[in-house]
């Protein structure tokens, strides 16, 4: 019996450091200042969670060159608070200010970015999962513009999470790339919770937060898949590159990343 409980800590804890670099840890304190208060595990870990999540974590991050990205800004903002309260909204100091930079272009539709997965706290080379590169504070993912049906731009976004709500169905990328095997490519289709089915992609402001994050940023690669560099007609930007057929679609967001 004692063995099974063992070997749930050791399970919660793995799974809360994959998923947040952190939350094994604080697991780990919360259970240490739970025997010394006598106090049940369900008070101490949320308020421990919390604590670290919301002051202590955004306070020490600097130390290790990251910072965090903006939780309750009216300009950038995440798409869903799931990626802050993960621990996964971290980034250089210079990329949340090109990330800042570039919401001005925005700020007078009254519209925001939205990132996504962006890095954890701590550590080169600790991945983001399912995001290998996701591991050095240097890259980001961002949501699309959309507008509602009657053409206003919104901050409103068709899935929960950001992820797997792709513009063009038929998308010409994803054939060749399944057709080649990677059966990886359009796996983030079961990470769609659709949420607003009334919404249009909105490709002019789309186009407009791509312009001004590569405008903003040097030395940049920015992923979107080919067929939509075309149609938002930004053929002319080398900075816009194809990920490769071992990586997922990019018809649903914005990979940037600098040097
Ligand atoms: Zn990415």
């Not at 240490?32 to 949320?46: A, D, E, G, M, N």
């Not at 995440?78 to 990626?83: A, D, G, L, T």
Request: hydrophobic share 40%; aromatic share 14%.
């Amino acid at each position: 019996m004692k063995l099974l409980k063992i070997l749930g800590h050791i399970f919660i804890i793995v799974v809360l450091t994959v998923l947040t670099q952190i939350g094994g840890l604080i697991w780990v304190i919360a259970l240490v200042i739970s025997y010394w208060l006598k106090c049940k595990k369900r008070y101490t870990f949320p308020i421990t969670y919390l604590a670290f999540n919301l002051i202590l974590i955004p306070l020490i991050a600097p130390c290790f060159g990251r910072v965090q990205l903006p939780v309750f800004d009216s300009a950038i903002k995440p798409q869903s608070y799931f990626y802050a309260l993960a621990f996964r909204n971290y980034v250089t100091p210079e990329l949340k200010y090109n990330l800042k930079d570039a919401s001005t272009d925005l700020m007078y539709l009254d519209i925001q970015i939205n990132y996504l997965d962006a890095n954890f706290p701590f550590f080169d080379g600790f991945p983001l999962l399912p995001h290998l590169s996701h591991n050095d504070g240097k890259k980001v993912d961002i949501a699309f513009q959309y507008k509602t049906a009657d053409g206003k731009p919104t901050n409103k976004k068709p899935s929960l999470l950001g992820y797997g709500n792709y513009v063009n169905l038929e998308n010409p990328t994803n054939n060749y790339c399944k057709s080649k095997g990677f059966w990886q490519y359009d796996i983030t289709k079961y990470l769609n919770l659709n949420i607003n089915s009334d919404l249009a992609f909105d490709k002019e402001n789309t186009k407009t937060l791509i312009q001004g994050l590569l405008y903003r940023t040097q030395n940049e690669k920015l992923f979107i898949e080919p067929h939509l560099k075309e149609e938002l007609g930004l053929k002319s930007y080398s900075e816009i590159r194809f990920h490769g057929c071992q990586a997922v679609r990019h018809d649903d967001h914005i990979h940037l990343q600098i040097k």
